[in-house]
């Protein structure tokens, strides 16, 4: 049997002629940029966020920065984030002029430790930016209790955690702004690059909105210097149809959870990933920790089972990183993840089958 890691061709065809017919009017018309598929679009993923505003942009990265530059970051200003996320997270940060400070994650969520936080704040710190990693939210709680004391705002970084929530509450609405992706591979994906910010901060969502269209307030006004950074209107089409569809297969993905849990749990020498009681976790990645990392996913890959690893080079351990001069060592969690973590396979579209087939070559493997 073959397991692939993702598997996007099956969703595509699915929807195939939902999304053509939205594409066909957007070539007769040509109305590429903005317009009333872009508009619907941020409507639809305001409400699924529970947020007042949403604002369509070029990518998740985009997403970052656009609110970090909001923000007022300014050259020299720290911002708490994590060692173990994508380096878009941090290359935000940096590119918004401020400096990323990490602290290490907690063993359990692999998400920020707010007790680690406090030690790491300076006269400099503007805000912390917690990482829902894999779809789990962080401790959203703990951190307000921080950043209120110390008067630092909060972003989430939600690419990973469309429709999660903690406590009730969506992701995208639990601090100042959220950034999200639609990277084809995560839970809600365009056909292309695309991203989004939400925010019930009106005057946070105006500024976005000029930042993403080169600053300006109309045509050919700029206000300040800008950025090229909008969602196009065929990815907005495509999102809205697959919008539809996201709460069935968010539901899918934790059906899948529940299932690879079921057939694991007897394993002492695998840790599950956890799911805190406060939240609901949408297992953009379902993450294992486990001793024999490298030689087990050689073997899975044998059997046409394609795991994957997020993420392997923690980011003070990057080159690109190395002028922060962070050894191995300084993150003791994150590195541990980094060793040992495996990610299995995981979409809606994964069958009962596949997820037994799995299961049972990683017990012959370990
Ligand atoms: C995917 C991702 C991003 C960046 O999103 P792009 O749309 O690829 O720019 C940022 N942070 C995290 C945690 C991500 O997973």
Known sequence: MNVPFLDLKTQNSSLKQEILADWERILENASFIGGEYVERFEEDFAQACNTSHCVGVGSGTDALRFIFIALGLEPGDEVITVPNTFIATTEAISQAGGKAVFVDVDSATYNIDPSKIESAITPRTKGIVPVHLYGCPADMDALHVIAQKHNLWVVEDACQAHLAEYKG??????????????????????????????????????????????????????????????????????????????????????????????????????????????????????????????????????????????????????????????????????????????????????????????????????
Request: aromatic share 8%; glycine share 8%.
């Open 169 to 366: 509450k969506r992701a995208g609405s639990l601090a100042n702004a959220a950034a999200f992706s639609f990277y084809p591979g995560k839970n809600l994906g365009g056909c292309g690059e695309g991203g989004a910010v939400t925010t019930n901060d009106k005057g946070l969502s105006n500024k976005i909105q000029m930042l993403r269209d080169h600053g300006q307030s109309k045509k050919y006004h700029h206000e300040v210097e800008g950025y090229n950074g909008r969602l196009d209107a065929l990815q907005a089409a495509a999102l809205t149809v697959k919008l539809r569809h996201l709460p069935a297969w968010t539901a899918a993905r934790r059906r899948h959870a529940t299932q690879y849990r079921e057939y694991l749990s007897s394993l002492d020498n695998i840790v599950l990933p956890f799911e805190p009681e406060y939240a609901k976790h949408v297992y953009h990645l379902f993450v294992i920790l486990i001793n024999n990392r490298d030689l087990v996913l050689e073997q899975l890959q044998e059997k046409g089972i394609t795991a994957g690893l997020h993420y392997p080079v923690p980011l003070h351990l990057q080159k690109a990183y190395s002028h922060g001069n962070q050894p191995s060592g300084s993150f003791p969690v994150t590195e541990g993840c980094a060793e040992r973590l495996l990610s299995l396979p995981m979409y809606a579209e994964l069958s009962d089958e596949q997820i037994n087939y799995v299961c049972t070559e990683l017990k012959n493997c370990i």
